[in-house]
């Protein structure tokens, strides 16, 4: 069965940094595109941000340029980078297994979900 703890949310002015990070168990780590999600109150859980096996990534047009994935295959640990945050970056935050189509990410969860971090960006 996967697992999947996310940490390093917290509250963080507007135009501040947060390095969010992922440990997953139970599962071939290496091979799956991983990605990380977000979900602001009333509204549906987006994907943000995808990264490859081979260390390919995507991004969501609202993050491209501030935030940045990466992960370590030999750790289980996927991060985010997410650097000029906005008040509209303000979610819980969440990694999952992604899907690699065509050269981009999209959607292809686990059934399970982990915790989640909350972040939240004051103005």
């Known amino acids: 069965q996967v697992q999947l703890v996310e940490s390093g949310g917290g509250l963080v002015q507007a135009g501040g940094s947060l390095r969010l990070s992922c440990a997953a168990s139970?599962?071939?780590?290496?091979?799956?595109?991983m990605g990380w999600y977000r979900q602001a109150p009333g509204k549906q859980r987006e994907l943000v941000a995808g990264?490859?096996?081979?260390?390919?990534?995507d991004y969501t047009d609202s993050v491209k340029g501030r935030f940045t994935i990466s992960r370590d295959n030999a750790k289980k640990l996927v991060y985010l980078q997410m650097n000029s945050l906005k008040p509209e970056d303000t979610a819980v935050y969440y990694c999952?297994?992604?899907?690699?189509?065509?050269?981009?990410?999209?959607?292809?969860?686990?059934?399970?979900w982990g915790p989640g971090t909350q972040v939240t960006v004051s103005s």
């Open positions: 139970g599962t071939i780590f290496r091979i799956n595109t």
């Open positions: 990264i490859t096996g081979g260390g390919s990534t």
């Open positions: 999952n297994r992604a899907a690699w189509i065509g050269g981009t990410m999209s959607r292809m969860p686990f059934d399970s």
